[in-house]
């Protein structure tokens, strides 16, 4: 088996500078790095996670308590898990993924047996039960979602009030006075959702003070539910010429639903959704949208986590809460509504 001194003598280095180069633990020229992590590669060597764990009193595992909720579109859930695994793996961390159920008791099992250095929590809740125990725990925690109480963890998300006044001014500015804003199930929202009704109360505002008609739904999360309910929402309000749409499930659907009410974007109907580009690409949506950055906030959320774990931040230092400013990215589905 190769161990660190095989890689040590085919690079030409100390074995503690190449120990260093592939820990990370202290700093080695980007060449020295370089080599020594070519040449890793080459011989197949892969630190030993027991030593490693010796050696540093950590486990080099990161937690991460997430839930695919029937009522939510799964995969846009995986968007979030995939900007924390991979921001993990990259500052050499394994990720111990949890699905329980029962939150709380999967997270106190995960940090009282000490099988992780720190938790990233998904699903946020406004009032979220897990809090208290993450608080109580002796590894740090960071949270992809905004709870109603930030204290003692670190916070990531997108700026959800800004989404929405960005989505309705953007129509408003197109001349456009009769919208639908459709929004997660209301399952969600009695969950504890806060970022929709963060979103919709900003947008119910906006529209408001600019004096245009907007009308909120709650809709489905999946087929053929959703399908079925934007045929009957746009049945019924045939003078609505701009759509917002804070539900990936509906965004999915929006297409299909289009085409079969020989409809189209813009021409018909300008659209403005709130989800990834890379949601858009794998859905082949057409619709302008806010970008939500889940893997913006993922990589947010590890690289603070592991600056706490390995003490690049003082034990005492305040904790964070920080919003991803909102991003429209232009796909040519808004224009100015036809003429009456």
Same mark, same amino acid.
């Given at each position: 088996m190769v161990n660190i001194g095989d890689v040590a003598r085919a690079a030409g280095v100390a074995r503690s500078t190449a120990s260093y180069a592939m820990s990370g633990k202290r700093a080695v020229s980007d060449e020295v790095r370089r080599r020594v992590q070519q040449v890793a590669l080459e011989l197949g060597y892969t630190p030993n996670a027991g030593a490693r764990a010796l050696a540093?009193?950590? #486990?080099?595992?990161? +937690?991460?308590?997430? %839930?695919?909720?029937?009522?939510?579109? #799964?995969? #846009?859930? !995986?968007?979030?898990?995939?900007?924390?695994?991979?921001?993990?793996? *990259?500052?050499?961390y394994d990720i111990l993924l949890s699905s329980d159920a029962n939150g709380t008791a999967a997270l106190k099992r995960l940090t009282d047996s000490r099988m992780v250095d720190g938790v990233v929590l998904l699903n946020v809740a406004e009032d979220d039960e897990r809090l208290p125990v993450l608080r109580a725990a002796a590894q740090p925690g960071a949270l992809v979602g905004l709870p109603g109480d930030c204290t003692g963890v670190d916070v990531f998300d997108l700026d959800f009030e800004e989404a929405g006044r960005v989505m309705v001014e953007h129509l408003v500015a197109l001349g456009?006075? &009769? !919208?639908?804003?459709? /929004?997660?199930?209301?399952?969600?929202?009695?969950? +504890?959702? #806060?970022?929709?009704?963060? $979103?919709?109360?900003?947008?119910?505002?906006?529209? @408001?003070?600019?004096?245009v008609r907007l009308r909120t739904v709650h809709a489905a999360a999946a087929q053929p539910d959703i399908g079925r309910e934007l045929h009957a929402l746009l049945g019924a309000n045939p003078e609505a010429t701009g759509l917002l749409l804070n539900n990936e499930a509906a965004a999915a659907a929006l297409p299909t639903v289009l085409h079969e009410r020989r409809?189209?974007?813009?021409? *018909? !109907?300008?659209?403005?959704?709130?989800?990834?580009? &890379?949601?858009?690409?794998?859905?082949?949506?057409?619709? /302008?949208?806010?970008?939500? @950055?889940?893997?913006? $906030?993922?990589?947010?959320?590890?690289? %603070? !986590?592991?600056?706490?774990?390995?003490?690049?931040?003082? *034990?005492? @230092?305040?904790?964070?809460?920080?919003?991803?400013?909102? &991003?429209?990215? *232009?796909?040519g589905s808004t224009a100015p509504p036809r003429p009456a």
């Open positions: 540093t009193s950590r #486990a080099m595992v990161i +937690g991460l308590l997430a %839930q695919f909720l029937p009522d939510e579109f #799964a995969p #846009a859930m !995986l968007q979030y898990i995939q900007g924390v695994t991979n921001t993990a793996r *990259d500052l050499g456009h006075r &009769e !919208l639908i804003l459709v /929004s997660q199930p209301q399952h969600v929202v009695e969950r +504890g959702g #806060a970022y929709v009704w963060r $979103l919709q109360n900003a947008a119910v505002e906006t529209a @408001a003070q600019r004096g409809l189209s974007a813009p021409a *018909d !109907l300008s659209v403005v959704g709130r989800y990834s580009d &890379e949601f858009a690409r794998t859905f082949s949506l057409p619709y /302008s949208s806010i970008e939500s @950055a889940p893997d913006r $906030l993922g990589r947010m959320a590890v690289r %603070q !986590l592991v600056r706490r774990i390995e003490k690049e931040i003082a *034990d005492d @230092a305040p904790n964070v809460v920080r919003f991803v400013a909102p &991003e429209l990215v *232009d796909r």
